[in-house]
Nanobody, 121 residues
Framework: QVQLVESGGGLVQPGGSLRLSCAAS????????MSWYRQAPGKEREWVAV????????NYADSVKDRFTISRDNAKKTVYLQMDSLKPEDTAVYYC??????????????WGQGTQVTVSS
C-alpha cells in the first residue's frame, strides 16, 4: 500500500524558512522522480518542484525558483523541500508525489494528507 506522509508545515512570518519532509512507502522510491505540489485556498493544485530518482537535475516553478530547494534521501525514502524567503503567496497545503516523468507534473499515486504552510505576520 502506497503511503505519502508530508510533515514540517506551520506558521511562519514573511521572509522566514521552513523545511518540509515527505516519507514514502509501498513503492520502489529510488526508481521514481519525486515532486512537491501545493494547493492554495480556492485554487487548483500546482506543481512546485521535481527531483529525478538519483537526486540530480532539480527543476522548479518560476514562482519558487531561487527560494526553494528540493532534495531527497533514497536510503530514508524521503524527499525534502527547503523553503526560504517565504512570501504570503506561498501559503498553501503542500503535497509530494512520485512522477511518471522526470520533468514532473504527471503524478503517479493518490495524494496524501499534505502539510499546511501559512506565511503571515
Amino acid at each position: 500500500q502506497v503511503q505519502l506522509v508530508e510533515s514540517g508545515g506551520g506558521l511562519v512570518q514573511p521572509g522566514g524558512s521552513l523545511r518540509l519532509s515527505c516519507a514514502a512507502s509501498g513503492f520502489r522510491f529510488s526508481n521514481y522522480a519525486m515532486s512537491w505540489y501545493r494547493q492554495a485556498p480556492g485554487k487548483e493544485r500546482e506543481w512546485v518542484a521535481v527531483i529525478i530518482s538519483t537526486g540530480g537535475r532539480p527543476n522548479y516553478a518560476d514562482s519558487v525558483k531561487d527560494r526553494f530547494t528540493i532534495s531527497r534521501d533514497n536510503a530514508k525514502k524521503t524527499v525534502y523541500l527547503q523553503m526560504d524567503s517565504l512570501k504570503p503567496e506561498d501559503t498553501a497545503v503542500y503535497y509530494c508525489n512520485a512522477e511518471m516523468s522526470s520533468y514532473g507534473r504527471v503524478p503517479v499515486f493518490a495524494w496524501g494528507q499534505g502539510t499546511q504552510v501559512t506565511v503571515s505576520s
